[in-house]
Structure formats: structure tokens, C-alpha cells
């Protein structure tokens, strides 16, 4: 029987129910996990305390993130700073995350990966050394628009991390001041998100329609007293 009711807990018992989640799902390979949603939605956060979880069930993770595959600058605003078509169409080397990263923990791969092959602090490539997972680690992997076409097969289990756009421009706000120690940046902030990053997501949502293939959604808008549910056409996962 297909769950389709929503579940509310604590944090503490979203996660669990998580890491429940990816127990239950067998592969031959190391299982690739999608942690997906607008920018400030939580997804790095989500990662982290599901990181230590499984670390602590003695299971192998392996953490990166979309911003590791970035392109260089001067490509990812080719189309202008405030370019919505640019954040979605330009900013990402997928062809690189799947060649040196998803594929190889994939079903026919050798299990050998790079976790990162762009530098942002620096705005140049890199090249970290080559490592050979355990057939049964995990990738989590957090970003945006992972649940496009170019990557929607290569996950083995699809969380979507939601939160109302409105709310990510407070999120955003309130890190930016957290990082800088003063608001100076707040218009800055706000004009990258009104411009940029939610005109982009309503493009991913209008031609991904990314919760349609979400085995899991979070609902993060409340961070300690989060909402979740399995997705209908997801009857694997029961959580």
C-alpha cells in the first residue's frame, strides 16, 4: 500500500526516518542520494546530520555538493549576474559530475571517484586525488536542480528539501549577516534572490517539475518541527 500522508516530528526523528530510508534501499553499487531544493532551503544541513547518523551505523558516506562542480565564473554569468536562465542553464558541469563522480558509483562503475572538480574560493579546476568507495557507501549529495533531466536516473533515492520562497530570502539574509556581521549585504542578497535564484527554481519547477520525481519530500519550514512525505509513485521507501 502507497503512503501518502504527511508525517510530523522532531528533527531528530526526521532523520532517523531517513537514514531508515536508505537502509531499506539495495543496490550492488554505493547508493546515490539526492538532497535537492532551492538555495537556503536546509539541504547542506540536511546532509550533515544525516552524515553523522549513518556514520555512526558504521556505514561509509561520502559527502559533496553541487558547488564543487561549478563552472567558472566568467561562464556561469556569461548571460549577466541577475541572469535566471544563466543560473539554471550555465552554472553546472553536469557532464563532469556524472563522469567523474555518479557513473563510477554507478551500476557499471568501477567505484573509483573525485569528489570535486572546481574550486570556488579560487574560481579555478580541481583535481583531488581518486578514491575507491566501499560497495555499500552512500553519497549524499546536496544542490540545486539535481532532479533535472540530465541527472534524474543517476540517483538511487531522490530527496527534495522544500521551503516557500520567501522564507529562503529571510535564510538568506539572516546568513549572509551571520558570515559578514553586518547588513550591508542585504540588498545585495535580496537582489540575487528576486532576480536570480527564485526566477530560476520557477524555470526548474515549470520544466523539471522536480517534486513529481522526489521520492521524499522535506517540508523545512519549520527546522525543528519539519514535515515529511513519500511520494505516491514511490512505494519503496516507507519511512
Known amino acids: 500500500m502507497r503512503e501518502t500522508a504527511r508525517n510530523q516530528g522532531s528533527r531528530g526523528e526526521l532523520i532517523g526516518r531517513l537514514a531508515e530510508a536508505i537502509r531499506s534501499v539495495t543496490t550492488e553499487h554505493p547508493l546515490r542520494v539526492a538532497i535537492d531544493g532551492p538555495p537556503a532551503a536546509g539541504k547542506t544541513t540536511l546532509a ?13 558516506v561520502i559527502r559533496a555538493s553541487i558547488d564543487d562542480f561549478l563552472f567558472p565564473r566568467a561562464q556561469r ?8 536562465e544563466g543560473c539554471y542553464f550555465d552554472a553546472h558541469d553536469h557532464a563532469a559530475l556524472c563522469r567523474v563522480l555518479l557513473d563510477p558509483l554507478g551500476p557499471s562503475g568501477d567505484r573509483r571517484f573525485q569528489h570535486a572538480v572546481y574550486d570556488k574560493d579560487t574560481d579555478t579546476p ?17 544542490g540545486v536542480f539535481l532532479l533535472r533531466p540530465e541527472l534524474i536516473d543517476r540517483w538511487d533515492l531522490r530527496i527534495f528539501v522544500s521551503v516557500p520562497f520567501e522564507q529562503t530570502i529571510d535564510r538568506a539574509r539572516d546568513r549572509g549577516t551571520a558570515l559578514a556581521g553586518s547588513t550591508a549585504d542585504t540588498a545585495e542578497i535580496e537582489r540575487s534572490w528576486r532576480n536570480r535564484y527564485i526566477p530560476s527554481q520557477q524555470l526548474y519547477f515549470a520544466t523539471a517539475r522536480p517534486t513529481d520525481h522526489a521520492d521524499i519530500i522535506v517540508y523545512n519550514d519549520q527546522l525543528q518541527r519539519p514535515t515529511w512525505e513519500v511520494r505516491p509513485h514511490s512505494s519503496t521507501y516507507r519511512i
Not at 550533515?48 to 561509509?60: F, I, N, P, S, T
Open 48 to 60: 550533515d546530520e544525516l552524515a553523522v547518523v549513518l556514520r555512526a551505523q558504521d556505514r561509509a
Open 126 to 142: 580541481s583535481t583531488p586525488p581518486a578514491t575507491t568507495a566501499p560497495a555499500d557507501a552512500v553519497l549524499l549529495f546536496d
Open 77 to 84: 554569468y556569461r548571460r549577466g549576474q541577475y541572469s535566471a
